[in-house]
């Protein structure tokens, strides 16, 4: 994902509807690699709070 998002944002014809749709696709991953984290995290301290 982060080697099609160099080549979109280098690609000056890139039209706002492709930005976007990347753009949500990122804060997908985004959200999952913070669950994820989260969940190690928890995991790691054994309170499973923040």
Do not use: I, N
């Amino acid at each position: 994902m982060l080697r099609h998002a160099d080549g979109l944002l280098a690609d000056e014809r890139a039209s706002s509807v492709q930005l976007r749709y990347l753009l949500a696709r990122m804060c997908e991953s985004l959200r999952d690699v913070h669950r994820v984290a989260e969940s190690r995290g928890a995991r790691l301290d054994g309170t499973g709070r923040d």
